[in-house]
Structure formats: C-alpha cells, structure tokens
C-alpha cells in the first residue's frame, strides 16, 4: 500500500454539540478571525462601527422578542434608558 499524501489542513469551523452553550465572548472572537482571514490582504476600515452595527440590530430584536415587545423592559434588560433604546430601534427600522 502507498502511504497517503499529507495535504495542508483546512480551517473548518468548529463543530459544537448543540446542547452546550458557547460564551457570546468564544463565538465573536472566531467570527472575527473568519472576517480578517476573509481580506485577502485588503485593509479593514472603520471595523468598530461595522461591528456593533452588525451586532446592535440582531440584539435589540432578540431582547425585544424576549421582553414581548415591551420596550421599558427590554431597555431594563439592556441596561440602557428607555429613550437610548428607542432611539436606536428608529436608527434600525425597528420602532413601532
């Protein structure tokens, strides 16, 4: 038999049983790991803004979903004035 070829291993995401939970801290590092080596050598810009922009939306929808659209609650859930939230659910077309 001819011994097998060594061939460069692949970066695959890695496969998580889907009864554990993984810190929100572990999944952001690895999605911007996958968005750097994503470049191909082109230069990030402006990558705070993009991240909590990427971020912010999908958060208040979740939290606005959790709360049964009570915006007093979610913004309590949030940490933030009610106003501060509202503000921004305007900013993302998310107000009613």
Partial sequence: MAPKKKTRARREP???PAS???PLRTMTA????SYFE???GHKPGQLYDLVLREVEEPLFKA???YAAGNQS???DIL???RGTLRKKLKTYGLAN
Avoid: Y
């Fill in 14 to 16: 890695i496969a998580r």
């Fill in 20 to 22: 554990r939970a993984v």
């Fill in 30 to 33: 690895e999605a911007l790991n």
């Fill in 38 to 40: 994503s470049l191909n």
């Fill in 63 to 65: 939290v606005l979903d």
């Fill in 73 to 75: 609650r979610a913004a």
């Fill in 79 to 81: 940490g933030i004035n």
